[in-house]
């Protein structure tokens, strides 16, 4: 049977997510993906050029673009019984549709995958990350929702199909009244591949444009601690942690983070991570690859200027 992807999108984009919840997929079978939205030609184009895709299907239509489930959740219905496997990742969208689509479909989802191991067996996180269970599921189709960060992308330099999808009227229940995008020049926290977190000990939003500075020069994402958060120090959307967004990139350089377990829940998926505390004794100082033992502020500005005399570009 074949796998059918519900793009992520924000109408003039694809997430980079899909890319890596079509690799997260990759030998379950044919992988088609599902573009719902009006004015979607560029994310159409995107999808059709990953690799490893067998088609595009499309339907256009203005009631999708709340992307709400109400809207999202008869075309899946509509499109189920073609599938083994009904895929997204576990982001905003996923996990508003996905529940009710499995309701819909009298099937258990399974959340947060981090490893598929086969068909039907999967390996998601509980207890807020602590433990890791692998879970085998004997429905007839699985309904996922993937955790986009825990893998790598596929690369784009498919030429996939594209097919229009004839669907009936899309219900709105529920009406967008407005959508409120944050702008940014660096690379989004979920899927970027260096991030440079900030903690309480920053002490300020002016504090934070020394973190903004660091991760610029390492064309990294800007995180924080719900700490940092709550204080008005970063905005809501960089928090990361059990009540924030789940991270897994190369490396994670952690400043003035005392390593709280709600924030080590959000980055066990990093490969390499940097802290710099002024306490030795801090858990993510011992957590870390490398610990710098130091005050932020004499060090990060000290690190700057050592990356733009050695002329490091990343
Ligand atoms: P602190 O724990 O106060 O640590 C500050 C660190 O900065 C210390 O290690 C200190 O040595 C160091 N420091 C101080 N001055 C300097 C300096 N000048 N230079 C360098 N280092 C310095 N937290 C999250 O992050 N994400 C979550 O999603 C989250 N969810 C939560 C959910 C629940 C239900 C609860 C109860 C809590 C949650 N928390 C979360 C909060 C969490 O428990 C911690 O309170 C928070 O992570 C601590 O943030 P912090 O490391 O910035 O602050």
Redesign the pocket.
């Known amino acids: 049977m074949a796998v059918l992807v519900l793009a992520d999108h924000d109408l003039g984009t694809l997430s980079p997510a899909t890319a890596r919840v079509v690799n997260a997929i990759a030998g379950l079978g044919a992988v088609d993906v599902l573009v719902l939205g009006e004015g979607v030609d560029q994310v159409v184009t995107q999808a059709a050029a990953l690799n490893g895709i067998a088609k595009v299907i499309v339907a256009q239509d203005v009631g999708f673009n709340s992307q709400s489930a109400e809207a999202l959740v008869p075309v899946l219905v509509g499109l189920a019984s073609c599938y083994s496997h009904i895929v997204t990742s576990a982001g905003t969208v996923g996990r508003d549709v996905f529940p009710r689509l499995a309701a819909k479909l009298d099937i258990q989802p399974i959340t947060d995958v981090v490893a598929v191991r086969g068909a039907n067996r999967f390996d998601r996180p509980i207890y807020?990350g602590n433990a890791i269970e692998t879970v085998t599921s004997n429905q007839v189709r699985q309904v996922l929702t993937i955790r986009a960060s825990a893998f790598k992308p596929v690369a784009s330099g498919g030429s996939a199909s594209v097919e229009p999808l004839t669907h009936g009227t899309v219900t709105q229940v529920a009406q967008l009244v407005a959508a409120h995008r944050t702008q940014s020049d660096v690379p989004d926290l979920a899927t970027a591949q260096i991030v440079v977190?900030?903690?309480?000990?920053?002490?300020s939003s002016e504090g934070f444009t020394l973190i903004e500075q660091l991760a610029r020069r390492l064309n990294a994402a800007v995180g924080?601690?719900?700490?940092?958060?709550?204080a008005g120090y970063a905005p809501n959307d960089w928090?990361?942690?059990?009540?924030?967004?789940i991270i897994a990139p190369d490396l994670y350089i952690?400043?003035?983070?005392?390593?709280?377990?709600?924030?080590l829940?959000?980055i066990q998926g990093a490969k390499k991570i940097v802290a710099?505390?002024?306490?030795a004794e801090?858990?993510?100082?011992k957590l870390a690859d490398v610990a710098l033992i130091?005050?932020?502020?004499t060090?990060i500005p000290a690190l700057i200027a050592e990356l733009d005399r050695v002329g490091v570009t990343l």
Do not use: E
């Open positions: 807020a977190g900030g903690g309480i000990a920053v002490g924080a601690t719900r700490a940092a958060v709550d928090q990361v942690g059990q009540t924030g967004k952690a400043i003035g983070i005392s390593g709280a377990l709600q924030h829940a959000g710099i505390n002024t306490d801090a858990p993510l100082v130091g005050d932020l502020f060090t």
